[in-house]
């Protein structure tokens, strides 16, 4: 399996300047191209690290999650990554290998690797290699609900969960799950969803769930809203409630991408939550 990672750097002077970079009130879309030198953010309590930060929450727009891609150079790292004790998180790993203490133990994280991190978790990465290491960080405010436990954090990787093919596909359409779709104590699901090559979402999902989906392998067409966007391995496109989707893969491999979505929370109406992050 391949998965996407950015190596930053700038254009030639001699280049254009058309990108297919698109911002609208329903999605956005950050091609791999712009993922450059000049927009890159320090993180505190890292060293060595930069990161491209794809998302954070907008009034109006979507509300739920951040999403960050993340390298850290040889011997760096962070002792504390999440400074907010009510967040939780998933890692992703896309290349290099990743040190993670996790509530006091050790995880070697090589591209795939995948680790759930929940809410006042104790841990830490470090890059004990000679290789950046690069990683997606979804964060996320926690929801707990009365008479429900909150998860455990836990460690896996792509290559580890067998992919769910989607009913009636004959395997064309597959997603990865990491967590039990059915398993109420989690509110956001990180999965990876596959398609073979000529392989769609055959209709226009319409729904109240928030996206983060960056191409990890391969091309497709996605309908956003609207419009018919041609993406690409290292593409990021944030989605909004309600936004309708659908998608072709483009081929010759597979299609895949990383998918955040939130789940499993009623709707709130009242109090300083209504209107806002679930």
Not at 48 to 63: D, E, H, K, V
Not at 79 to 101: D, I, K, W
Not at 160 to 172: I, K, L, R, Y
Request: hydrophobic share 40%; with cysteine.
């Amino acid at each position: 399996m391949s998965y996407f990672t950015p190596t930053g750097g700038l254009p030639a002077q001699t280049e254009l300047l058309t990108d297919r970079a698109i911002v609208t009130t329903a999605y956005t879309v950050i091609p791999r191209g712009v993922l450059r030198d000049i927009v890159t953010s320090r993180l505190p309590g890292f060293t060595r690290t930069r990161s491209w930060i794809l998302a954070r929450p907008i009034a109006g727009f979507a509300t739920t999650f951040a999403q960050l891609i993340v390298e850290i150079g040889p011997g760096g790292g962070a002792e504390r990554p999440e400074q907010e004790p009510g967040v939780e998180g998933v890692v992703f790993v896309t290349s290099g290998e990743l040190a993670l203490t996790l509530d006091g133990q050790r995880h070697g994280l090589a591209p795939g690797g995948y680790a759930y991190l929940a809410a006042g978790a104790s841990w830490a990465v470090a890059n004990e290699g000679e290789a950046p290491a690069c990683f997606h960080w979804i964060r996320k405010a926690y929801e707990p609900v009365d008479g429900i436990a909150a998860p455990h954090s836990f460690v896996t990787s792509d290559a580890s969960v067998a992919p769910q093919e989607m009913p009636g596909t004959d395997g064309a359409w597959a997603t990865t799950r990491f967590v039990d779709p059915d398993d109420l104590a989690h509110d956001m699901h990180v999965n990876i969803v596959t398609f073979k090559p000529g392989a769609s979402i055959p209709f226009a999902e319409t729904h109240v769930m928030e996206h983060g989906l960056y191409v990890l392998e391969g091309k497709g067409v996605y309908r956003l809203n609207d419009d018919w966007v041609e993406v690409e391995a290292g593409d990021f496109m944030w989605l909004r409630a309600f936004c309708p989707q659908a998608c072709y893969a483009g081929g010759p491999g597979p299609f895949r991408y990383l998918l955040y979505k939130d789940v499993n929370r009623q709707v709130r109406l009242t109090g300083p939550a209504a209107n806002g992050p679930r």
